[in-house]
């Protein structure tokens, strides 16, 4: 049991998708007495959190193979949300199809295009046509819908369970360590305490249009020990010069070092704003990311 789990001991838990789909089976794994909550989009999702249909919501924003989740970028800085938590979990595709079909019989692969991604090889060695659908869940009660034998479909072995289907081929994705990392969000901010584990911080932030003004707000981070775990930008409104950047590092914002850091980022940029502070996930440590 994670100290998330303790203090939201009931929650109702949103996420993108439907019943059987990854972000649930990562709900189950972090509050295994909550409620899980599916929305179709993401936009739904963070809808729902915000006004009160759900406690928390579980949101995916990396995986280990695909990279990011484009849409969390433009959506969570504007959403009014915040970033109380993460978990990464272990990605798993299951080959699936009505019961009695034959691996011989199939001839197209469902599945959300991250998911048919991450199986590219396999699906390749089994002669099947990828087919893109808003999510790998939703592939497999498509299947069940359909009772067509030469459709399968690729979502996690809780999906067949589901909806009734029999799994073909287990573990078809390409890679042993494709892994999702997910943020748990929160309509208020519950930041990490110091002294308590080690903590990581996410922001944004825009540089000022100066030469070189990336340069500086990382050196900042450089000449005061921080560990900066991610940097990744993206574009504001259409714009090649509105950029965005999105930082993840280890340490918290009362430490004085992390002050200092990001009083020198101030200089350097038009805004900034802290997404969350929160405990880092022992998968971080069980792979010497901390």
Not at 53 to 71: K, Q
Not at 208 to 218: C, E, G, M, S
Not at 244 to 267: S, T, W
């Amino acid at each position: 049991m994670t100290a998330l789990s303790k203090k939201y001991k009931t929650p109702i838990v949103v996420y993108q998708g439907e019943a059987g789909a990854n972000s649930h089976m990562a709900n189950d794994a972090v509050f295994p007495d909550g409620k899980p909550l599916p929305r179709a989009t993401f936009e739904g999702a963070l809808s729902a959190l915000k006004h009160g249909e759900a406690d928390l919501a579980m949101i995916p924003v990396e995986n280990s193979l695909a990279g990011r989740v484009a849409d969390i970028h433009h959506l969570l800085p504007d959403s009014g949300l915040h970033i109380i938590g993460e978990h990464f979990q272990r990605v798993r595709h299951q080959l699936m199809a009505l019961p009695g079909t034959a691996l011989a019989d199939l001839k197209t692969a469902h599945s959300h295009i991250m998911a048919l991604g991450q199986c590219r090889r396999s699906l390749q060695k089994l002669k099947l046509h990828p087919v893109a659908e808003a999510d790998t869940a939703g592939s497999a009660r498509l299947v069940k819908e359909a009772g067509d034998r030469t459709m399968a479909a690729i979502a996690p072995d809780l999906a067949a369970e589901i909806y009734g289907l029999e799994i073909l081929k287990k573990d078809i994705e390409d890679a042993e360590h494709n892994t999702t990392r997910f943020l748990i969000l929160a309509r208020d901010p519950d930041p990490a305490v110091i002294g308590n584990g080690q903590v990581m911080t996410t922001f944004i932030f825009r540089v000022r249009n100066v030469p070189a003004a990336l340069y500086k707000v990382l050196g900042g981070f450089a000449t005061n020990g921080i560990n900066m775990t991610k940097l990744e930008s993206y574009q504001l409104e259409g714009s090649f010069n509105a950029t965005m950047f999105y930082a993840d590092i280890e340490g918290h914002p009362d430490q004085q070092r992390v002050k200092n850091a990001m009083e020198e980022l101030g200089f350097y940029t038009h805004e900034s704003h802290i997404l969350g502070t929160y405990y880092a996930s022992d998968y971080r440590k069980q792979f010497g990311a901390v």
